[in-house]
C-alpha cells in the first residue's frame, strides 16, 4: 500500500494504490490526516484508482478524513472507484456524507 498527496491551493489529492486493509491503514490515516489539517484547500479528492483490495478499514478511512475535512471546512470526493468499491461505499451510506465517482 502506498499514499501519494499532492496539493493546489483549492484541492488535496490524496492518491492510495495497492491493498487497504487493517494492517496498513493506520499509517495511511496519519500521513492524510496531517496533510489535511495542514491544507487550506476546500475540496480533498481521495483516488482509489489504484487500488487493488479493500476491506471495511477503505470505508473507515474514507469515513475518518471525511470527518477531519469537515472540521476544516472542506468537502471530500471518492473518485475512479471500481463498481465493487463503489458498491461496497454505497451500500455503507457514505454517498450521503461524500461525492462518490467512479471509473
Known amino acids: 500500500m502506498s499514499i501519494n498527496i499532492t496539493s493546489t491551493p483549492m484541492r488535496l489529492t490524496i492518491a492510495l494504490s495497492g491493498e ?47 470527518r477531519i475535512a469537515e472540521s476544516c471546512g472542506a468537502n471530500v470526493e471518492v473518485i475512479n472507484l471500481s463498481g465493487r468499491l463503489y458498491t461496497m461505499m454505497k451500500l455503507a451510506g457514505l454517498e450521503k456524507l461524500v461525492t462518490l465517482k467512479t471509473k
Do not use: C, K, P, W
Not at 41 to 51: M, T
Open 20 to 66: 487497504i486493509d487493517h494492517h496498513n491503514a493506520a499509517a495511511l490515516r496519519l500521513e492524510a490526516d496531517d496533510a489535511i489539517q495542514s491544507s487550506l484547500a476546500s475540496n480533498i479528492r481521495i483516488d482509489f484508482g489504484d487500488v487493488t483490495f479493500m476491506d471495511s478499514s477503505g470505508i473507515g478511512f474514507v469515513l475518518g478524513r471525511y
